[in-house]
């Protein structure tokens, strides 16, 4: 990652321009072609470098509710129950913790009804019941930026 990777990666994540050709905006400002961002951006997500870009909403806003998942699985499989956990749309992002619960996930969805139901079929699907869901009971806007 050089010099012309990082000022991307600090536009990425702080004022993503919403306009026609966004990569060509970010290029206009580094002095450099829409084309050369565009192919800098895709091979910092193929290094697992970006992960996703994408836009965050206040869903319940917009009416929907989330939550935060708490999973105990044993070791042997945690990458199957990842997989199908990150099958799910409304799976925002997940994450591994040094705790009797390892597997931590949120989960967004149109409603309380089909949350539950995907929180069933996960555990139908991998066979791992203790899954805690914990909505939340306060927000707090955190800016998780890095400065590169």
């Known amino acids: 990652m050089d010099a012309v990777d990082k000022k991307i990666l600090n536009i990425l994540q702080t004022r993503f321009p919403i306009v026609p050709e966004p990569f060509d905006a970010v290029g206009a400002e580094l002095g450099i072609s829409g084309g050369e961002v565009l192919d800098r951006v895709k091979r910092l997500k193929e290094d697992g470098i970006i992960r996703r870009i994408g836009a965050v909403f206040d869903g319940r806003a917009l ?80 800016n998780a930026t890095f400065e590169l």
């Open 63 to 142: 009416g929907y509710t989330s939550t935060l998942c708490a999973a105990r699985v044993p070791e042997a499989q945690v990458r199957s129950f990842v997989e199908v956990v990150n099958g799910y749309p409304g799976v925002t992002h997940n994450y591994r913790r040094s705790h009797e619960y390892n597997v931590w996930f949120t989960f967004i969805a149109p409603d309380q009804a089909a949350l539950e139901k995907a929180l069933a079929e996960i555990r139908q699907r991998t066979g791992i019941t203790d899954i805690l869901n914990m909505p939340a009971v306060r927000t707090y806007k955190i």
